[in-house]
């Protein structure tokens, strides 16, 4: 995972109760991986949830994939 990729996902015991999310929001990169893996497109996620940008997807993505 890149160093931007690391910004973008944050793990906060005070938010998600600490589940790793796309920073400034309150989306889980659980969310955005199970979406994915249930055949969504990246621009339909951000469609879907306008805080998100097609890289914190990626970042999210990656995470999860680290993360395994």
């Known amino acids: 995972m890149t160093h931007d ?3 973008r996902i ?3 015991p005070n938010i998600m109760a600490g589940k790793p999310t796309i ?3 309150r989306i889980p ?3 955005v991986a199970r979406l994915v893996a249930d055949g969504w ?3 339909e996620i951000v469609r879907e949830y306008p805080p ?3 890289e914190d ?3 999210a993505l990656a995470y999860a994939a680290s993360s395994s």
């Open 5 to 7: 990729q690391q910004q």
């Open 10 to 12: 944050v793990i906060d």
């Open 23 to 25: 920073a400034g929001t």
């Open 29 to 31: 990169v659980e969310l």
């Open 41 to 43: 497109a990246i621009n």
């Open 52 to 54: 998100l940008t097609p």
């Open 57 to 59: 997807v990626q970042a």
